[in-house]
C-alpha cells in the first residue's frame, strides 16, 4: 500500500453537519473500515487534544478533519473527493448521501447563518440572553 491510500484518520465531531456528511458517505460507500474514526464531543478535553494534535500539522483545526500520511484535510469535500478517489467510489450514485447533501444540509447551514446574523444583531443593539 502506498502513502497516497494508506489509512487515513478522520476526525469528526458529534453533531457537526459536515462530520455527519463524511460519517454518511463512509456508511454508505461501505468504507467505514477503510478509515480510523475518531468521534469527538465538543467542549471537552478529547476535543482540545485533537486540536492540538492536528494543530502540528495545519493552522485552524476544524471538523471534520482527514489526516494521511501525506496530507491533512479539514474540509468535507475534499475529503470525500480523496476517498471517492482512492476508493472508486462515486458520492453521487449514493442515494442517502445525495439526500441529506440536497435536502437537510442546506437547510441546516441556512438556519446556522440566520442564527449567526440574529446574534451579530443583537450584539450590536446591545441585547444579551439575560
Aim: proline share 5%; charged share 20%.
Amino acid at each position: 500500500m502506498s502513502d497516497m491510500s494508506a489509512r487515513p484518520t478522520i476526525y469528526a465531531k458529534a453533531g457537526c453537519p459536515f462530520s455527519l456528511k463524511v460519517r454518511l458517505f463512509l456508511l454508505e460507500a461501505g468504507l467505514i473500515d477503510c478509515v480510523d474514526l475518531q468521534i469527538v464531543l465538543g467542549g471537552t478535553l478529547e476535543e482540545l487534544q485533537a486540536k492540538e494534535s492536528l494543530g502540528a500539522y495545519i493552522e485552524k483545526v476544524t471538523f471534520p478533519t482527514a489526516r494521511w500520511p501525506d496530507a491533512v484535510i479539514s474540509d468535507s469535500d475534499a475529503i470525500i473527493e480523496r476517498l471517492s478517489a482512492e476508493h472508486g467510489v462515486h458520492a453521487e450514485n449514493l442515494a442517502t448521501f445525495e439526500a441529506y447533501v440536497t435536502g437537510p444540509l442546506p437547510q441546516i447551514l441556512a438556519l446556522y447563518r440566520e442564527n449567526a446574523e440574529l446574534k451579530k444583531s443583537c450584539e450590536s443593539s446591545g441585547q444579551t440572553n439575560g
